[in-house]
């Protein structure tokens, strides 16, 4: 599709219901675990786009829902101290891939997002959990944020690496969802301003991210009210498996 934000004849811009129904459901995802807001969004909004366009309207939702998750949590203060060498990275690594890769094609844009999702998703079956020392998270955390911020860069998606590091690093539940608020936050803002710089971040698609953050909000808060409801194992299988699914539609269509 060449341009997303075409109107057509009865002055409505396409795909808003499109965009209504997907933010709806990535915000419930979010809300009912935590996380996945972006890698659902991108994921279906790729089928009928190219991944950097669905990043664009990406921000405002994945902004404002990460400060309403990064406000519920218990120690900001103390997270940003522990944390601060992976998020600086997380921009180093947007802006340094986002100049070197800035004309990506799109076929390797769609390979690099197949993988992720699929890496994404097999990891999340796998419950594979692994722990970070002390001694290895200084040098580790800014290596984790650098190759995040390249990832997202090319592909949107701004869990990995990020996500496996923070459970390894054994944080308490709230503090855990609070430091991927956070590292999700920092993540969106550079990508933002990457895109700004690519010039692909103007007022048109900034109007219609304005757009996707109520249904991201009502879908965020009906996640919240499953969560409650719905045993969050099952939960977590089917969207992972749903990733998987999705993943090996983008790696394969790219190489085919």
Known sequence: ???LFNFSNDGLPQHL???CVVFVIAGLVKGAIGLGLPTVAIGLLSLVMKPMEAAALLILPSFFTNIWQLAAGPDLKLLLRRLWPMLLGVCIGTFV???AFRQVNSRWSGMGLGLALIIYALMGMASIQWTVKANSERWLAPVIGTVTGMITAITGVFALPAVPFL???KLEK???VQSMGLGFTVSTVALAVNLAFAGSLD???AGN???ALVPALAGMWLGQILRSKMNPVLFRRCFFAGLLGLGC???WGAIA
Do not use: T, V, Y
Request: proline share 0%.
């Open 203 to 205: 007022l048109s698609r």
């Open 17 to 19: 219901l499109l965009i």
């Open 167 to 169: 459970q390894a690093l």
């Open 209 to 211: 991210s304005l757009f």
């Open 97 to 99: 891939a986002g100049l």
């Open 249 to 251: 539609h983008f790696f």
């Open 174 to 176: 709230d503090a855990l």
């Open 1 to 3: 599709m060449e341009n």
